[in-house]
């Protein structure tokens, strides 16, 4: 079946009970036995829920893998992840990386031995050796939106046996599929796109090895950062409509960025679809579109923090992905914990979410913000 057959279809076969065509919500923590050991495949919901088993089936379809789990928050799958190396052992990640990643990896795992090492996106590949055994990537990054040649990082993890995460956030399993590029895991916050409608938090991570699919699973019954069964369903009826928001996305990204790549007050585009992009050619390769992402130099950090508050379409909120287009500086919002760090954004950075709006409208909301600011300065 093809992509969008499956995100409406795969693991939500109606209700057996009922013939409901919509995955029940089994809001429920525990569930009956026939006698000891004898249950139906569930006895706690924290090791399995029918609504979590959906969900998880549906993604690992949709990313082409084995194995799918989901999590409470994209953090509580990538600090799971973290469980699968030691203290001591060395872990390479994209400088360019989420600051909640960043500040997980630099707070909290390196005060307790974990060597963590940074490379930009364009030589993580050069960066691996024998000592690395994980490399954490996203492409496109967040928030620089550079991409990273996914399948010569994992030939080069795969020589030294290391172990390659790809953060699957921006792009969704309908613009890349990483496993089929050689990596290992596929994560996922699916309180973005998949979700699609800012009403939900979750993560999610693919494999199709099963040693490390089993790993997980015992990781994510023992550790249990498990998403209800009420935020499960959910991202299900959110990734029913996956593919025909992301084509919009697209679409709206495009023109969006076509039309600050031309104005004055902007000093730089940084969007995979634009020609001018470093990346464009290995993002057309790699990805089936360009995602909805695009940011921005503005002048000056105060001009983009002016900037960010003066868009009225455009939303001044964290976070990304849903129908609606937000805005925001991440020197000071979504990377603040990365400023000290070698991974900081440009502090007259503006980082955009494209929603599913009129383009024009989108378009002129963001003129209409650049005219006042340049009237400002």
Known sequence: MDFETRAIHAGQEPDPATGAIITPIYQTSTYVQEAVGEHKGYDYSRVANPTRTALETCLASLEGADHGLAYSSGIGA???????????????????????????????????????????????????????????????????????????????????????????????PYLQRPLELGADLVVHSTTK????????????????????????????KSLGAVPGPFDCW???????????????????????????DGHPSVERVLYPGLASHPGHEL????????????????????EAVALVARTRIFQLAESLGGVESLIEHPYRMTHGSTVEGPTAPPRE?????????????LIGDLETALVRSAARA
Request: proline share 3%; with cysteine; hydrophobic share 45%.
């Open 78 to 172: 990538a600090t799971t992840i973290m469980h699968l190396v030691d203290p001591g052992q060395r872990i390479l990640a994209v400088n360019d990386v989420y600051g909640g990643v960043y500040r997980m990896l630099t707070q909290v795992y390196e005060p307790k031995g974990y060597l963590c090492d940074w490379a930009p996106a364009d030589s993580v590949a050069d960066a691996i050796d024998e000592r690395t055994r994980l490399v954490w990537i996203e492409s496109p990054t967040n928030p620089l939106l550079n991409i990273v040649d996914i399948r010569a990082v994992a030939d080069a993890a795969h020589r030294v046996g290391a172990i390659v995460a790809v953060d699957n956030t921006f792009a969704t």
């Open 234 to 260: 959910l991202v299900l009826r959110g990734i029913k409509t996956l593919a025909l928001r992301m084509e919009r996305h697209c679409a709206n990204a495009r023109a969006v960025a076509e039309f600050l």
């Open 283 to 302: 993002a057309g390769r790699q990805m089936r579109d360009f995602g909805g992402m695009v940011s921005f130099l503005a002048g000056s950090e105060e």
């Open 193 to 220: 796109y998949l979700g699609g409608h800012s009403d939900v938090i979750g993560g999610f991570v693919a494999t199709s090895d099963q040693e490390l699919g089993e790993r997980l699973r015992f990781l994510q």
């Open 349 to 361: 950075l503006v980082r955009l979410s494209v929603g599913i709006e009129s383009a024009d409208d």
